[in-house]
T-cell receptor
Framework: KNQVEQSPQSLIILEGKNCTLQCNYTVSPFSNLRWYKQDTGRGPVSLTIMTFSENTKSNGRYTATLDADTKQSSLHITASQLSDSASYICVVSARTYGQNFVFGPGTRLSVLP | NAGVTQTPKFQVLKTGQSMTLQCAQDMNHEYMSWYRQDPGMGLRLIHYSVGAGITDQGEVPNGYNVSRSTTEDFPLRLLSAAPSQTSVYFC????????????FGQGTRLTVV
């Protein structure tokens, strides 16, 4: 069964600190992996999209990595800001599904002053 | 830039009532989809459409109907609401390709009592 798991479930850090969120997937065949940011009460917003051949992708202070061999991805947030408080969702697309994604449950990040 | 617009934002229904959640996009996207988001779980696909006049079922279609008479609109109908359909519903749109960006609406929070 296609699945996406994320850890930790929640995380609290102080403003200015770095953090890394983890994603493991068992989606086959694999097309691409995305990280989304979802603010409370809002829809998900895309941060990065990575295909099989891409190991790293950055978007400002967000850097995503992908290891297609071990089926793992991580999202690293540098110099966190209060506005980074949100849920971060790992999403995997299987080639046969087009844009029909498999979503992880998300990691809830709280950045405290 | 409107993007993906969902209405209403909040709704309370009594068991057995029917209603339609509206979704409209102004980006001329071929692909549109509906998801539900429940606590502790990833978003799950309800129905999707690859173009006007074409719809198909996702992972959790029971109790929901859709139609796609125009490129812009993709309404989701609840035929006879049940408490198990209490959830947050998201509409998304994008180009048909599997590696293209997906844009989400702000969500509709539905409570069935």
């Amino acid at each position: 069964k296609n699945q996406v798991e994320q850890s930790p479930q929640s995380l609290i850090i102080l403003e200015g600190k770095n953090c890394t969120l983890q994603c493991n997937y068992t989606v086959s065949p694999f097309s691409n992996l995305r990280w989304y940011k979802q603010d409370t009460g809002r829809g998900p917003v895309s941060l990065t999209i990575m295909t099989f051949s891409e190991n790293t992708k950055s978007n400002g202070r967000y850097t995503a990595t992908l290891d297609a061999d071990t089926k793992q991805s991580s999202l690293h947030i540098t110099a966190s800001q209060l506005s980074d408080s949100a849920s971060y969702i790992c999403v995997v697309s299987a080639r046969t599904y087009g844009q029909n994604f498999v979503f992880g449950p998300g990691t809830r990040l709280s950045v405290l002053p | 830039n409107a993007g993906v617009t969902q209405t209403p934002k909040f709704q309370v229904l009594k068991t057995g009532q029917s209603m339609t959640l509206q979704c409209a996009q102004d980006m001329n996207h071929e692909y549109m989809s509906w998801y539900r988001q429940d606590p502790g779980m990833g978003l799950r696909l309800i129905h999707y459409s690859v173009g006007a006049g074409i719809t198909d079922q996702g992972e959790v279609p029971n109790g929901y109907n859709v139609s796609r008479s125009t490129t812009e609109d993709f309404p989701l109908r609840l035929l006879s609401a049940a408490p198990s359909q209490t959830s947050v519903y998201f509409c998304a749109s994008g180009q048909k390709g599997g590696r293209t960006e997906a844009f989400f609406g702000q969500g509709t929070r539905l409570t069935v009592v």
